[in-house]
């Protein structure tokens, strides 16, 4: 049958099909979410029979979709791209350019521990979402991800198949003790935690029954859970490790992620510290990678900042954090009349590699920009700045983001757009290939 | 090129001293306006909405509410004589300088923008021109970066300076291009 021929290349782990069989059950939950009153009539005419029926009808169906669904996609491996083959009556082709490749992931859920089985997740430059091959056995999702970073690093083709793993050198691991007091010392997490307790309670003692608390209570809980345990769970046993195919992030305590961001794909580095973590030193490191990025582009959740610097230096040669905080330049007294109080917040500093920026009272970002990652240089001015002489500048990187220097003088302002396009264009040529063992 | 830019020759002519106090003084000879056309547009554009609107709302207010609430129909002329002027402004902001490297884009009289695109992280260089647009002789330019917040366009060019435009940052961005 032409239909349903089977796509050239290769397949999906047979276990495929399982999580597949939950798409017509979230179907009939959501015409019951959708429809109560009838899903009500519906369930009190429910015999012991027709259950029996409705479910020996649903389940093959479900079963065969699912089955279909993976009989219908393969994947294959050419010399410059991915491709993937997916959809029963629509087929969808998807063709991932592996020179524009910006990290890959390998997450394995709870259950696909249990199973033995893992996903692998792909960041490209111009797709919207993460195309993701979900499952694979967990061999075969590490031996492909090898392959995938050896072909975008240009290595010859016969030769990826078989490099395997390269190898990886641990640069950084979070001890629990301070993942756990850093989550303790955030001041979002109590904040939620003293909304979720005081909100219900005054809801209770306003409204004198004891449901609508209940039904705030819920969504502020989850919450907490969320902004604490949630981030607890998958920052646990964080592990930043160096190998030729990048920088290789572990982490999670039940459902395990696996990130690669190759060489150069870095487009910006931000440096979080939040108010009570300033005392010990600690700091919060994110990337922001073309394309999305692994898990919100966490690198470091919590780090001393000699830890934090040696890592950086990994990452992106030659930045310097230290050097970059010591370039910090304060934003001239008038602007207090434009942003009263937060005003002092706001710094500004150039080094040789980076557009460095930070902004915040309590909780510091430092925000830096290589000057090779630089897309364009903008100036802005509104009608209030311009009464008081000041401008922003903005710098917009390749993932999709802003670095601002705010409240400069405006003489100032047009002089760091001017040299920033200068230094972007010479940063520019220094920067290494696209494919980086070519 | 005298030939593509002589339209706007007036324009420019009326900006020589907006042009002068541009932050680098090498570069001021350089800068170019857009065309009259585009203010001719505005202006219309306004014309069609708030004479209609005026003389719908005047007659209206005067026959339902009576004649001193048909005072309140003043409001949209005011708001209309003050666009009148305001486009103007505007219109004679906006200009774009091509320096070696990098294509500077100026615009706004109460909020100011100037954009700095290098030549070699240019991903796609639009040219677009819509029905209003062709009727008053004018086509925008839309440059893309790897970044969607570059905001680099200009809008109201004449169709031969938009094609040359694309042909050259086209040219350059080839001849500089750089990976992300």
Same mark, same amino acid.
């Given at each position: 049958?032409?239909?349903?021929?089977?796509?050239? *290349?290769?397949?999906?782990?047979?276990?495929?099909?399982?999580?597949?069989?939950?798409?017509?059950?979230?179907?009939?939950?959501?015409?019951?979410?959708?429809?109560?009153?009838?899903? !009500?009539?519906?369930?009190?005419?429910?015999?012991?029979?027709?259950?029996?029926?409705?479910?020996?009808?649903?389940?093959?169906?479900?079963?065969?979709?699912?089955?279909?669904?993976?009989?219908?996609? @393969?994947?294959?491996?050419?010399?410059?791209?991915?491709?993937?083959?997916?959809?029963?009556?629509?087929? =969808?082709?998807? %063709?991932?350019?592996?020179?524009?490749?910006?990290?890959?992931?390998?997450?394995?859920?709870?259950?696909?521990?249990?199973?033995?089985?893992?996903?692998?997740?792909?960041?490209?430059?111009?797709?919207?979402?993460?195309?993701?091959?979900?499952?694979?056995?967990?061999?075969?999702?590490?031996?492909?991800?090898?392959?995938?970073?050896?072909?975008?690093?240009?290595?010859?083709?016969?030769?990826?198949?078989?490099?395997?793993?390269?190898?990886?050198?641990?640069?950084?691991?979070?001890?629990?003790?301070?993942?756990?007091?850093?989550?303790?010392?955030?001041?979002?997490?109590?904040? @939620?935690?003293?909304?979720?307790?005081?909100?219900?309670?005054?809801?209770?003692?306003?409204?004198?029954?004891?449901?609508?608390?209940?039904?705030?209570?819920?969504?502020?809980?989850?919450?907490?859970?969320?902004?604490?345990?949630?981030?607890?769970?998958?920052?646990?046993?964080?592990?930043?490790?160096?190998?030729?195919?990048?920088?290789?992030?572990?982490? $999670?305590?039940?459902?395990?992620?696996?990130?690669?961001?190759?060489?150069?794909?870095?487009?910006?580095?931000?440096?979080?510290?939040?108010?009570?973590?300033?005392? =010990?030193?600690?700091?919060?490191?994110?990337?922001?990678?073309?394309?999305?990025?692994?898990?919100? *582009?966490?690198?470091?959740?919590?780090?001393?900042?000699?830890?934090?610097?040696?890592?950086?230096? !990994?990452?992106?040669?030659?930045?310097?954090?230290?050097?970059?905080?010591?370039?910090?330049?304060?934003?001239?007294?008038?602007?207090?009349?434009?942003?009263?109080?937060?005003?002092?917040?706001?710094?500004?500093?150039?080094?040789?590699?980076?557009?460095? @920026?930070?902004?915040?009272?309590?909780?510091?970002?430092?925000?830096?920009?290589? %000057?090779?990652?630089?897309?364009?240089?903008?100036?802005?001015?509104?009608?209030?700045?311009?009464?008081?002489?000041?401008?922003?500048?903005?710098?917009?990187?390749?993932?999709?983001?802003?670095?601002?220097?705010?409240?400069?003088?405006?003489?100032?302002?047009?002089?760091?757009?001017?040299?920033?396009?200068?230094? @972007?264009?010479?940063? !520019? =040529?220094?920067?290494?290939?696209?494919?980086?063992?070519? | 090129?005298?030939?593509?830019?002589? $339209?706007?020759? $007036?324009?420019?002519? *009326?900006?020589?001293?907006?042009?002068?106090?541009?932050?680098?003084?090498?570069?001021?000879?350089?800068?170019?306006?857009?065309?009259?056309?585009?203010?001719?547009?505005?202006?219309?554009?306004?014309?069609?909405?708030?004479?209609?609107?005026?003389?719908?709302?005047?007659?209206?207010?005067?026959?339902?509410?009576?004649?001193?609430?048909?005072?309140?129909?003043?409001?949209?002329?005011?708001?209309?004589?003050?666009?009148?002027?305001?486009?103007?402004?505007?219109?004679?902001?906006?200009?774009?300088?091509?320096?070696?490297?990098?294509?500077?884009?100026?615009?706004?009289?109460?909020?100011?923008?100037?954009?700095?695109?290098?030549?070699?992280?240019?991903?796609?260089?639009?040219?677009?021109?819509?029905?209003?647009?062709?009727?008053?002789?004018?086509?925008?330019?839309?440059?893309?970066?790897?970044?969607?917040?570059?905001?680099?366009?200009?809008?109201?060019?004449?169709?031969?300076?938009?094609?040359?435009?694309?042909?050259?940052?086209?040219?350059?961005?080839?001849?500089?291009?750089?990976?992300?």
């Amino acid at each position: 049958m032409a239909l349903l021929q089977r796509p050239e *290349g290769r397949r999906l782990h047979p276990v495929t099909p399982w999580r597949r069989a939950w798409a017509p059950m979230a179907a009939l939950f959501a015409f019951a979410a959708q429809d109560p009153e009838r899903a !009500r009539q519906g369930v009190e005419s429910l015999t012991a029979g027709r259950l029996l029926a409705v479910l020996a009808l649903l389940l093959p169906a479900a079963a065969a979709y699912g089955f279909l669904s993976w009989w219908m996609t @393969s994947y294959t491996v050419t010399e410059t791209e991915l491709r993937i083959r997916t959809g029963l009556l629509f087929r =969808r082709v998807a %063709h991932i350019r592996l020179d524009r490749l910006q990290a890959i992931d390998v997450g394995r859920p709870l259950l696909a521990r249990v199973v033995g089985v893992a996903k692998l997740k792909l960041d490209v430059v111009g797709t919207d979402k993460k195309d993701e091959l979900a499952f694979l056995g967990e061999r075969d999702a590490v031996a492909l991800r090898a392959e995938l970073l050896a072909r975008a690093a240009g290595m010859a083709p016969e030769a990826a198949a078989e490099v395997g793993e390269a190898p990886a050198r641990e640069l950084v691991r979070v001890g629990t003790r301070m993942l756990v007091v850093s989550l303790l010392l955030l001041g979002s997490v109590w904040g @939620s935690l003293a909304a979720a307790l005081a909100v219900p309670l005054l809801i209770w003692w306003a409204s004198g029954s004891l449901w609508p608390a209940l039904a705030v209570a819920v969504p502020l809980l989850s919450g907490v859970w969320r902004s604490g345990v949630g981030r607890f769970l998958t920052e646990f046993d964080w592990v930043v490790a160096e190998s030729p195919d990048g920088i290789r992030l572990d982490h $999670g305590l039940l459902d395990r992620a696996h990130a690669t961001v190759p060489p150069g794909r870095v487009q910006a580095v931000r440096i979080v510290e939040p108010w009570l973590w300033r005392r =010990r030193g600690w700091v919060r490191v994110e990337l922001d990678v073309a394309a999305g990025g692994n898990e919100g *582009g966490l690198l470091l959740p919590v780090a001393t900042r000699e830890t934090a610097r040696g890592v950086l230096a !990994r990452v992106l040669p030659g930045l310097d954090p230290a050097e970059a905080a010591a370039s910090l330049v304060p934003v001239p007294r008038r602007a207090r009349w434009v942003v009263p109080l937060w005003w002092r917040g706001y710094r500004h500093g150039v080094t040789q590699t980076v557009f460095a @920026s930070r902004k915040g009272l309590l909780c510091r970002t430092l925000s830096l920009v290589p %000057h090779a990652k630089v897309q364009s240089v903008r100036l802005t001015q509104g009608p209030w700045e311009r009464a008081f002489k000041l401008a922003d500048v903005h710098v917009d990187h390749g993932a999709n983001g802003t670095v601002a220097a705010r409240l400069r003088a405006v003489e100032e302002a047009r002089a760091v757009v001017a040299a920033q396009a200068g230094r @972007s264009r010479t940063g !520019r =040529r220094r920067a290494r290939p696209e494919r980086w063992l070519t | 090129m005298s030939q593509l830019t002589g $339209g706007s020759s $007036g324009g420019e002519a *009326g900006r020589a001293g907006h042009a002068g106090e541009a932050g680098r003084p090498e570069d001021a000879g350089r800068w170019r306006g857009v065309e009259r056309g585009l203010l001719r547009m505005r202006r219309t554009l306004l014309t069609a909405v708030s004479v209609p609107l005026v003389a719908v709302l005047g007659p209206v207010l005067w026959l339902a509410a009576g004649p001193w609430w048909a005072v309140l129909a003043a409001a949209p002329a005011a708001v209309a004589l003050w666009g009148w002027g305001a486009i103007a402004r505007n219109w004679a902001s906006w200009r774009y300088s091509e320096r070696d490297d990098d294509l500077l884009i100026e615009r706004g009289v109460v909020w100011r923008g100037l954009t700095v695109v290098p030549y070699g992280r240019m991903q796609l260089v639009e040219v677009t021109s819509g029905p209003l647009e062709r009727h008053f002789g004018l086509a925008r330019v839309q440059l893309h970066t790897a970044a969607a917040t570059t905001d680099a366009h200009i809008p109201g060019l004449a169709p031969e300076e938009a094609e040359r435009l694309r042909e050259r940052l086209t040219e350059l961005g080839e001849a500089r291009s750089a990976g992300l």
